[in-house]
């Protein structure tokens, strides 16, 4: 896919960061746009940013954690605009917990939200993007999926399973040559909402640490900014890369981890105790 002009993308997460950038690169090249968010408000917002293109705009409330709405969003979305080229999955959430002090009820939340809907959104949109002949799918996975880190278990955990469900889905697409392709993307510390609305239990405290003052370490982390991540993005898709890395500590961590398969692990505990700290 060269460009995307005429082209129908559905976004998930598309009323804040990435997910909203996306739509509005997407929208200055043409592209029509299918946009669902679990936040209204959000929604509504990107939406306004919309308005000086000449595109198709739909939208929907939609929680990616329900596989029943997920399905229907995608039938809606053929329905509206006749066809669909793309998904962005992009919606997802983060827990700060050790493995011992999470819940199940915490554990479940994310898995369902950050792996199961990144499923939902890649099976229920395939077999429309596969009629088009012409399409693609990106799957949001995180740094953390290629580098672990204390406190960060279930994130971890969801996000090594997208890379894994991707990269097997993107060889099977391959063998297949229909037309449609698929990315793995792994944002590093991307200007986002995500550490303001993560969840933070006590466990923190038995590593010496405090869930309010985590959050405001992980946030000075936060450094490119989400257009710069979108943009790499949409780049990514036309250049048909298998995985995209954005940002220089994605870059710099994926090489400890391969120079470095366990070692890597000191370093991180290390870093942890010092963000903590600043």
């Known amino acids: ?16 960061g990435i997910g909203q950038q996306l739509a509005v690169l997407l929208a200055k090249e043409g592209c029509h746009l299918s946009l669902s968010d679990i936040n209204e408000q959000g929604l509504a917002a990107t939406v306004e940013l ?16 329900d596989r029943h709405a997920v399905k229907a969003w995608a039938e809606q979305t053929v329905q509206n605009h006749g066809s669909v080229n793309m998904i962005f999955n992009n919606a997802g ?8 002090g ?5 554990l479940e939340w994310i898995v369902n939200i950050n792996f199961w809907g990144v499923v939902y959104g890649t099976k229920e949109f395939l077999p429309f993007i596969k009629q088009s002949k012409d399409g693609h799918i990106v799957n949001i996975s995180s ?3 290629l580098i672990a880190q204390p406190t960060q278990s279930a994130y971890n955990a969801t996000k090594f399973a997208v890379r894994g469900f991707t990269e097997s889905l993107r060889q099977e697409l391959d063998m297949q040559n229909c037309g449609v392709s698929a990315l793995c993307v792994h944002p590093g510390g991307i200007r986002t909402n995500i550490a303001n609305s993560a969840k933070m239990n006590e466990s923190l405290k038995t590593l ?15 450094r490119c900014p989400p257009e710069e991540a979108a943009r790499q993005i949409l780049a990514a898709v036309r250049k048909d890369k298998r995985r995209l890395l954005i940002g220089n500590d994605a870059k710099v961590l994926d090489l400890m981890q391969r120079f470095l398969p366990t070692g890597y692990q000191r370093v991180s505990e290390f870093g942890t105790k010092l963000t903590n700290k600043m």
């Open 50 to 65: 919309l308005k000086p293109y000449n595109i198709r705009v739909t939208t929907q409330k939609l929680d990616v954690s």
């Open 143 to 145: 740094l953390f999926g």
């Open 208 to 222: 010496g640490m405090h869930p309010e003052k985590s959050i405001k370490a992980f946030n000075k982390l936060l």
């Open 93 to 100: 959430v983060a827990l700060g917990s050790t493995v011992e």
């Open 1 to 16: 896919m060269k460009n995307f002009k005429n082209k129908v993308a559905a976004v998930t997460g598309a009323g804040s």
């Open 102 to 106: 999470a819940s199940y009820e915490e």
